[in-house]
């Protein structure tokens, strides 16, 4: 049994500690304002027009770090034992760090389709036609792709707002993703921070003496 003066309860409380919080709390706060941010933010993108496609509007990917910083609270919650001696806590832990590498795919995700997007809308020319606005990258092409979108009366204050929101989308999901990826490898280097490179050669060197002796 260990007791309260024991030198490595204090060392195993101390690396589970960071500035006196349990070290995932810092994390689960950041993913929590970020990915409320990144939810709201493409909600009111999906708002703006209903033809704007659901990879233009990642709510999902604040979705999956909101959920994440969750099961990070949750974790915060159950009492902390050294090498994961209980089943719950082996299974929320990794929960959270699954949950945090989807959210860092997604947020990484989400800022690729923004920014070909955004640099896609940077090359429009628009046009006001029954109160839907259609965009096309390149007007000398009759066969060009074109951009409709519905319930848009105003291409230039369309265009202006959506090249915002893509900006702060990417802007927000990069935080997110540097914030997702910094919690997995906390979470592992919590985990896997020993290594007990020797232990398996002490069985060799001892055959290597019995041999010697014989």
């Known amino acids: 049994k260990k007791t309260k003066g024991d030198p490595k ?3 195993e409380e101390e690396s589970h500690t960071c500035c006196g919080c349990r070290f995932p709390l810092l994390f689960a706060l950041l993913q929590l304002a970020l990915g409320i941010s990144v939810t709201v933010l493409g909600f009111l993108m999906a708002g703006i027009s209903s033809s704007l496609l659901v990879r233009d509007t990642p709510y999902w990917a604040g ?3 909101c959920v994440a910083s969750l099961v990070g609270f949750v974790m915060l919650c159950i009492s902390y034992q050294p090498d994961e001696k209980t089943c719950v806590q082996f299974t929320v832990k990794l ?4 949950l945090s590498a989807l959210g860092l ?3 990484v995700l989400a800022v690729a389709f923004a920014a070909h997007r955004y640099l896609q809308m940077t090359k429009f ?3 006001t036609i029954l109160e839907s606005c259609q965009c096309k990258l390149d007007t000398a092409d009759p066969l060009g792709r074109t ?3 519905q319930n848009a009366s105003d291409c230039g204050s369309l265009t202006s707002i959506l090249n915002l929101y893509m900006l702060l989308q990417m802007v927000l999901n990069l935080i997110a993703a540097l914030v997702c990826l910094s919690a997995c490898f906390v979470m592992w280097k919590h985990r896997y921070q020993v290594f007990y490179v020797g232990v398996r050669f002490y069985p060799l060197n001892a055959t290597e003496g019995q041999q010697q002796q014989v």
């Not at 929960?95 to 699954?98: G, P, R």
């Open 147 to 149: 951009f409709t979108y």
């Open 95 to 98: 929960l959270y760090f699954l």
């Open 9 to 11: 309860t204090g060392q």
């Open 125 to 127: 020319t628009c046009d």
């Open 105 to 107: 795919v997604a947020c």
């Open 63 to 65: 979705i999956i770090v």
